[in-house]
């Protein structure tokens, strides 16, 4: 089995960035050298993800997608901040270098921070047979790596700015519906109907912890020569404080079985022999992190909710013509399947 390191391709038509104000921007506050090569990372649905390859290294850019219009989903600072007050604390993020939020500068707020080469195991990769004891291995490290986050202590480290945990569950449901209506394209009974559940349904929280929002195996970064070493996490721009059942609610909506729809299998490797199960991932968690998980049934149901209205979201602003991107027109058909899945998951409790 041979994987390459994660790289990036040409920039996609219509997303160039403006070299000649980037680096007038860069000399003045920072000095990571001459830009010589830009290029952009082609994966990912959300934040915008560049390569920058300089006189002194080689560094990533972070701005939001064209045409987005959701504030505090594709949040610069914020994601910023998170890197910034979690690097002394945390081993497994990239050093932040500059942020700015002077939109002269590209029309957009971004911020720049170093790059962690190494192997992101995608979707394209199931194709390459990955031996069932390694993804085993792997997948067990990382939902270990997962409750290791949620035991950092938010109060100490400063991390409890970040969000405010009080009533978060709450305000998570009624945030992502309220989104979901403003995206919609067309009425989906299952989405109504999943949205009045967790309406009804809350749970009472347990202890806040950080929270990733956004935790699976394209965000994690695995060593080149050693790949259940891992080197880093990324994509940040979700964390907050809050209950931590919900972060594994998220990693769970994303974790495919092979029962699940085929097309939610084509964005994760999770379903290949040699995974935890879903069931498996949860008791792993629980005897790791000590934590009840008794009512995961309800944050499993959100982060698949959460996931279709993202996909929904993506949908809408390609409908609208803001992004050419050909993946984002089949979106629309993972807002069916994840539907499905969580009024299945509701059913079942």
Known sequence: MQISTDQPVAVRPGEELPIPALQQYLDGVVDIGIIQD?????????????GLKTSTGDFILRRPPFGANIKSAHDMGREFQVLTLLKPHYPHVPQPVTICNNLEVMGAPFYVMSRLPGVILRAEHARKGIPPDLLKSLSQKLIDNLAALHAIDVHATG???????????????????????????????????????LHANIPVSGAPALLHND??????????????????????????????????GATLAYWCEVGDAPITRLFNISWLPGNLSREEVIHRYAEVSGRDVSRIS????????????????IYSRWKAGFTKDPRFGQLIEVVHALAKQAVHAIQKM
């Open 215 to 248: 935790y699976k195996y394209d965000n994690v970064v695995l060593h080149p020569q050693q790949l259940t070493e891992m080197v880093g996490v990324l994509d940040w721009e979700m964390a907050t404080v809050g209950d931590p059942l919900m972060d594994l």
């Open 298 to 313: 309800f944050y499993y149901a959100f982060g698949l909710f959460k996931n279709a209205v993202i996909a929904q979201q």
């Open 159 to 197: 991390l409890i700015q970040l969000g405010k945990p009080d009533g978060y569950v709450q305000r998570q449901v009624e945030g992502w519906v309220a989104r979901y209506k403003k995206a919609e394209t067309k009425t989906i009974e299952e989405m109504d109907a999943v949205a009045n559940w």
């Open 38 to 50: 830009v290029k952009q990372f082609p994966h990912g649905f959300s934040n915008l993800t560049y």
